[in-house]
C-alpha cells in the first residue's frame, strides 16, 4: 500500500509516540510506507522539529548499519512551569485536609489527565538515565509509576507490605519508617527484578523518606542498581531527611488545620539536571 506524504507523517508520528525509547530503523520505515530511505529521513527530520517545537519530545538518532531513530518524551521548561503550578494549585483546595494534617490526594491519582502529566513530568527529568525497570510501593505511587513508565517504555514492580501466594518465592526486609520511627516490612517477587537491573524508584509522597529508602535497601537483594529517585510530593517538614538525591514536583511547605490553608510550592525539579527541550 502506497501512502501519501501527509499519511505517512501522521501515522509515522502516531508509531514514534507509542514506542517510545525504542530504536526503529529507516529500513523498517521505508519497508512499513514503501517510499524511499531518504523520503524517510525527510519525514523524520519535520516530526523532530515539530515535536521539539511544541514541548512533546525530541528523536535522538544512533548512527551506523544497526542505528535508526528513537522517540524520546520531554517536556520544555515553560511547559514544565505550567503544569507544577496546576498541580500546586489542585493541592492547594481546603478541601484537601484530612484530620491529623494529612491531604486527600486520592481523586488526583485518579484522574487520568493529571497522572498523565505527573507521568510525562517525571520521565522527562529521568529521559537520559538508563532504566530497565521502574520500581513503586503499593498503592497510591502505582498510577504514577504506569504514567512515567508508559513514557520510558519498562515495566512496573510493585513493593507490598505482605506477601501474596500469587507472586510465588519473595524477598521481604525490614526498614524504619523516617515518619514514625516504627519497623515495617517490605515485601517483593523474586521473579520482579534481575540481577544487575537499573531500577527508577518513585513514589507519591516523601516525608522523611524511609520508604524510599527502605525500597533502596530491597534493590541490594537482587544486586540492582538505582538509577534515579522521582515522587509527586516532599515534605518540607521532616526533621532528617534519609533520601539526599531526588526529583520532586511539588513541596508541601506549611498545613494549617485551624485556618484550613494548605501551602504548596515548587519542588526542586527546576534545581535539578533535568534535559529540557
Same mark, same amino acid.
Given at each position: ?58 528523536? &535522538? !538518532? ?7 531513530? @528513537?522517540?524520546? $518524551? %520531554? #517536556? ?107 519497623? &515495617? !516490612? ?7 527484578? @534481575?540481577?544487575? $537491573? %537499573? #531500577? ?78
Amino acid at each position: 500500500m502506497k501512502f501519501r506524504r501527509s499519511e505517512r507523517l501522521i501515522d509515522m508520528t502516531h508509531f514514534l509516540v507509542e514506542h517510545p525509547h525504542e530504536l526503529l530503523s529507516l529500513t523498517f520505515f521505508s519497508e512499513r510506507y514503501g517510499s524511499a530511505k531518504s523520503s524517510i529521513s525527510e519525514d523524520l527530520g519535520i516530526i523532530k522539529e515539530t515535536f521539539e517545537q511544541r514541548g512533546i519530545g525530541t528523536l &535522538q !538518532t544512533v548512527p551506523g548499519a544497526a542505528g535508526g531513530v @528513537k522517540f524520546i $518524551s %520531554k #517536556v520544555d521548561r515553560e511547559s514544565a512551569k505550567h503544569m507544577i503550578s496546576e498541580l500546586c494549585s489542585l493541592m492547594e483546595s481546603s478541601d484537601r485536609l484530612l484530620p491529623g494534617g494529612y491531604l486527600y490526594m486520592t481523586d488526583l491519582l485518579g484522574d487520568p489527565k493529571v497522572v498523565n502529566k505527573v507521568g510525562k513530568l517525571l520521565a522527562s527529568a529521568f529521559a537520559e538515565k538508563e532504566i530497565d525497570v521502574i520500581m513503586t510501593v503499593a498503592t497510591k505511587g502505582i498510577p504514577i509509576a504506569h504514567a512515567a513508565a508508559n513514557y520510558l517504555n519498562v515495566p512496573v514492580v510493585i513493593v507490598r507490605r505482605d506477601s501474596r501466594v500469587t507472586e510465588g518465592s519473595t524477598v521481604s526486609i525490614n526498614y524504619v519508617s523516617g515518619s514514625s520511627k516504627r519497623i &515495617q !516490612t517490605m515485601v517483593l517477587s523474586k521473579r520482579s527484578i @534481575k540481577e544487575g $537491573s %537499573k #531500577v527508577l524508584v518513585i513514589d507519591d509522597f516523601m516525608k522523611a523518606g524511609g520508604t524510599v529508602n527502605g525500597m533502596i535497601s530491597l534493590l541490594e537483594e537482587f544486586n540492582a542498581e538505582l538509577s534515579g529517585i522521582g515522587v509527586l510530593v516532599e515534605s518540607e517538614n521532616a526533621e532528617e531527611r534519609l533520601v539526599d538525591e531526588y526529583v520532586s514536583l511539588v513541596k508541601l511547605k506549611d498545613v494549617d488545620v485551624k485556618g484550613k490553608s494548605i501551602k504548596v510550592v515548587e519542588g526542586n525539579y527546576f534545581s535539578s539536571e533535568i534535559p529540557f527541550l
